[in-house]
C-alpha cells in the first residue's frame, strides 16, 4: 500500500485516505471517479423530466379548465335564451289562452253550426285562430270533425273506379271516426276491390280441342300466379300465368290416379318436382322433400 506524510501532522497515511486519520486533516487533490459524475447527472435529468411533466400536466389542466368554462357560459347563455324566448312565448300566448277560456262555448258553437252546414274552409280559418299547443287537447275533437268532414267531401267527388284513391281515404276517415258503419263498409269494399285487382288474370276462352282438368289460383305475394291444366291431342299441359302478365306453357305426364287424388309430373323434373290435386280439388306443389305450395281451385 502506498503511504505519504500527512501536510499537517507529518505522519504517514495511505495515499486512498480521503482524511488523516491522526489529525482529521483532509487531503488535498483527492481525484473521485466519474461514477458520482453520472449519477448527478441522471438526477438532474429525472429532475428536469419532472418539471417537464408537472409544467404539462399544469397546461393540461389549464386547458381543460378553460374548456370547462367555455362549456359553462355557452350552456348558461343557452339557458337565458330558453327562458327569454319562454318569457316572450308566454306574454304572446296567455292573452290566447284566456280569449279561449272566456268564450269557450260561444266558439264551440259556432264552429259546430260551421261544421253542420259543412262549411269546412271557415272551420279551419277559425281553428287557427287558437292552434297553440296549450289547446290541442281541448280542441282535438272538433279538429278531428272538421277533417272527418273534408276527407267525406273530397272522396264524395272521386270516381268510384279510382279504388286506390277511395280506400286510402275511407281508411283514414275510419281512423277519425270508427264508429261509422258507412266508413268501415266503405274501406273493407275498396279493400276487396284491390285486392282482387291485384290478383293476376288467366283468360277463360275455351280453346277448341282441349279437355281443361282444372284452374287454381296460388296466393302467394310474391310469386302468385294463376295455373291451369288441361288435355289436347292426347297430352297434358300445365299452363302458368304470373302477377307480371308473363306465362309458360309444359308438356306433363300423368302418373298415377287414385280416388280423390290425381298425381302429374314435368317431361324432365328438377328435385322430384310434381303435382297433386287432392280430395280438396287444391293443387299441391310437391318436390322430393314433401309440400311446397297449394293452389287453391277457381270456380
Sequence with gaps: MALKKCKE??????????????CGAPIK????????FIISVVVVIAILVSISNSLEQCQNHTAE?????????????????????????????KPIIAEFQ???????DELESLIERKEYSL??????KFDIPELSQELSIIKRKVKEGQLYEKVKKIPSKNYRENYNIYRDLVWLNPEK??????????????????KPKVSRIAIAGRQYIGRWVDDDPYAGSILEIYKQDGKFYMYQEFKDGSAST???IRISKSTGKVTFQKINPVHGDHYVINRNNQLEMRDSLGLIQAANPIN
Design 102 to 108: 272566456a268564450n269557450k262555448a260561444e266558439f264551440t
Design 123 to 128: 272551420a279551419q280559418e277559425e281553428l287557427k
Design 250 to 252: 309444359d308438356e306433363i
Design 181 to 198: 258503419e258507412l266508413y268501415r263498409k266503405k274501406r273493407d269494399y275498396y279493400k276487396a276491390k284491390l285486392d282482387e285487382e291485384e
Design 65 to 93: 379548465k378553460k374548456q370547462s368554462h367555455k362549456t359553462e357560459n355557452r350552456y348558461r347563455t343557452m339557458q337565458q335564451q330558453i327562458s327569454q324566448f319562454q318569457s316572450q312565448r308566454d306574454k304572446s300566448v
Design 9 to 22: 501532522c507529518g505522519r504517514e497515511i495511505s495515499t486512498k485516505a480521503e482524511s488523516c486519520p491522526n
Design 29 to 36: 487533490g483527492k481525484k473521485h471517479g466519474c461514477g458520482g
